[in-house]
DNA sequence: CCCTGATTCGC
DNA sequence: GCGAATCAGG
């Protein structure tokens, strides 16, 4: 297969809405992810905000730092060396639906952003907790002793009867849930918004 | 081990 | 230009 007009669009199209490039590449058939890597390289569309490229970004910057940049280093007052970072949401895990970029190095945001589709990732989508139920049913009820680092550690049952066991299901990315579980593990926000009494 | 993108380098 | 191999990270 080689990169015609129309499945460098295609290719573009995806890689905008934030496809993974195994994605693309399934969907185009015929070439691997990494084809699909290296052409959207070639095609200078990169950049995307994910987390390894992101991190990724840091070491590529180390490594190759020839851009005449300032870093900017705003420290008028060497009273205190580090910066106490103010973070409210300390108790909600809270992961963003939406990574926003660390720091656009060079302006290099293209104006229309294309976001992937967020329906409402706020509260807790009933839709989810569905998913749950349906999750358990073909949980692959695992004892403690059997879970392992993919395996969702989501706890069904009763832990003092012998209906208790753990999802099991395959988790992707460190997280420690399968996908249906992270759902509800991680709430950004209470239902509850003010205590008023 | 599953996945992600990034980079290299022979073709 | 292409992409497999490799690298680096979650």
Redesign the pocket.
Known sequence: ???TDERVELLKKMWGEG?????IAKELGG?????V??????LGL???A????A??AS??EAKAKAAPKKEAAPKPKPKEAAAPAPEPAAAAPAPAPRPAVSSARKAIIPAGQPLPPQPSANEISPEALAKVNEVEKKSKKLGLLELT??TCKWPVGDPATEDFWFCGL?V???KPYCEAHVGVAFQPMSSRRDRRR
């Open positions: 297969m080689s990169w496809q993974s490039a195994s994605q070439v691997t992810r990494n084809a890597i290296g052409k959207v390289h070639r990169s950049n995307r994910t987390s390894a490229s991190a990724d070491k590529t680092e993919r395959p992707q990315a460190g």
